[in-house]
């Protein structure tokens, strides 16, 4: 079945094919992919996640598979959450969000989070088929690491022992909230929701 990632990150769609290739769909480009510009207005992630899934599958004519994920850090009530990509303002400011994040818990000794994910999956036949996941861990208080984007360089994941921006592609998808989502959505296919 043909699929689109419904994601204008780039590095966000990369790491979502990464996991998808191996599971029987056929993903359309990126250079092939009409994109959408949608507003994440949702006050859930699901909500998010789903709106994203079925304005790209419009627009393009095939299954579309959209998630929205964000930082929860322990100390901030659950924020930056569903602000994680704007939390300083800009849609995207990777280096704005960290500094902002690294300035809230100045001082502060709880620094326990977590990642989560909602995976919204649109089939050909309009069908919805949603899948979780979250990750534990906690934020440092400086940035260590290259890989990887958004808050990568402060989450130092449990599962790890490290942060995520010093895992390399495999490993973090093995364990990241998105990769967990990912891999029972594949286990709710195999369950019975047939996409051949």
Known sequence: MKLVIASNNA???????AILKS???TLVP?????AVEVVEDGDTFAANAEKK??????????????DDSGLCVDALDGAPGLYSARFAGDHGDDAANNALLLQKLQGVSDRQAHF???IALILDDGRLVTADGQVAGKILDQMDGTEGFGYDPLFYCDDL???????????????????????QLQQQLKRGVSHD
Do not use: M, W, Y
């Open 11 to 17: 590095k966000k769609r990369q790491e979502i094919a």
């Open 23 to 25: 599971q029987g769909f």
């Open 30 to 34: 990126v250079d092939e992919t009409i």
């Open 53 to 66: 899934a079925r304005a790209f599958a419009t627009a393009n004519g095939c299954a579309a598979v959209a």
């Open 116 to 118: 989560c994910c909602h």
């Open 161 to 183: 022992d490290k942060t995520f921006a010093r895992a390399d592609h495999r490993e973090k998808a093995r364990v990241s909230h998105r990769g967990r989502a990912l891999q």
